[in-house]
């Protein structure tokens, strides 16, 4: 469901001095798409505090619809991983044969009208799950709510690129090269002196790639936070969000950096305080549950042995998306006090790869 919401917003707080942008410069492009939002005002803008990559707005119209701004942080490290056209035409192509998309406005390719690309959808109204449910689910609720994501997830390794008009993402056999390859060199190049090398991981991972099991649309950033589920219905998923990194990839990598977000139950004190989400509820499946359940519905098989690659990738990628964060506080690009802990974050999971390497050797 998309449309007009009159209550608050979960997550949306006022804008951030430094993410502000020109809301009547915004008005005036949206009016200018013409149809149904050539008379749009924009009553409110709020920003919403979840998330640490691009920067997500809602803008609130007179008339009670609610739409979604997303750009790029300022003093961008990577901007390759910021391409808002890019995230819009995904979006876009997907929305015939999987309707789990917002429907899309528009995009700005005019970096004069705000500073930035940026583009525009429309608000897919659910519950989306902070570091903590919504609402109250009982153990059955939750395993419901866990089995239905993952599903999600199998549905969308499903889609046929080609016939989404994606196959242009597919880069060929080597996906799993291409990212070990490409993370450690973009790790290198926003580690900062206050942060372990990560040289024995980056190693390992080198040494210990596995070919490709297949290539299918992948996520790359499926998470419980960027999931909307019903209202009504809150175990059922009705829109996945954040599209920034999605491509034709291995699914099992898309399955690994998943887990690494992944906290459970029974995880130790210091894993808990880097929780985000979630998936320690009762009823949710620990992390070895998740890889059986969804390669069993994947038609995949994984030991797991095979399975420490993926597991320690994961980890590892978060390492430095974290780090790219952590550079830009630590540069001064951004003044917002949430990343500045960002670098012990990276330590802790240089830590908990390294352990993983030393149980698996």
Avoid at 79 to 86: I, S, Y
Avoid at 99 to 125: K, L, Q, W
Avoid at 131 to 155: H, I, S, Y
Avoid at 214 to 228: A, E, K, W
Wanted: hydrophobic share 40%.
């Amino acid at each position: 469901m998309t449309g007009a919401a009159e209550s608050p917003v979960a997550g949306a707080r006022e804008v951030r001095a430094e993410d502000a942008f020109d809301v009547d410069a915004v008005q005036d492009w949206l009016r200018g798409l013409g149809g149904a939002w050539a008379d749009a005002e924009i009553a409110d803008v709020r920003q919403f505090s979840a998330g640490a990559s691009n920067l997500t707005f809602l803008l609130r119209l007179a008339g009670g619809q609610d739409l979604i701004l997303r750009r790029p942080p300022s003093g961008t490290k990577a901007k390759g991983a910021h391409d808002m056209g890019r995230e819009y035409r995904i979006q876009a192509a997907l929305a015939p044969v999987f309707p789990y998309v917002a429907p899309m406005v528009g995009h700005c390719d005019d970096e004069s009208v705000i500073g930035s690309e940026f583009y525009v959808m429309e608000r897919i109204i659910g519950e989306i799950p902070g570091k903590d449910f919504n609402v109250e689910l009982d153990a059955a609720q939750g395993r419901e709510l866990c089995t239905n994501t993952f599903d999600l997830l199998v549905a969308l390794h499903a889609v046929d690129p080609a016939e989404a008009g994606l196959d242009v993402l597919d880069k060929g056999p080597g996906y799993v090269a291409r990212q070990v390859g490409g993370w450690s060199s973009r790790f290198r190049k926003a580690v900062t002196p206050d942060v372990p090398d990560l040289e024995q991981v980056m190693g390992w991972l080198d040494a210990h790639q596995p070919d490709d099991v297949r290539r299918c649309l992948i996520h790359n950033d499926f998470r419980l936070d960027n999931i909307v589920y019903d209202t009504d219905e809150p175990t059922r998923p009705i829109g996945l969000l954040d599209w920034e990194m999605a491509t034709v990839g291995d699914p099992l990598m898309d399955l690994g950096c998943t887990m690494a977000y992944w906290i459970q139950a029974d995880d130790d004190e210091m894993l808990q305080l880097t929780r985000m989400q979630p998936s320690n509820a009762p009823g949710m499946l620990g992390r070895r549950e998740v890889v059986r359940y969804y390669c069993e519905r994947a038609g995949l098989e994984v030991t797991d042995e095979q399975w420490l690659f993926y597991e320690v990738f994961g980890l590892f990628r978060l390492a430095v998306i974290a780090q790219q964060i952590y550079y830009r506080y630590f540069h001064g690009q951004t003044t917002n006090p949430k990343f500045a802990p960002f670098g012990m974050l990276v330590d802790m999971l240089d830590q908990r790869c390294r352990a993983l390497i030393g149980a698996g050797a």
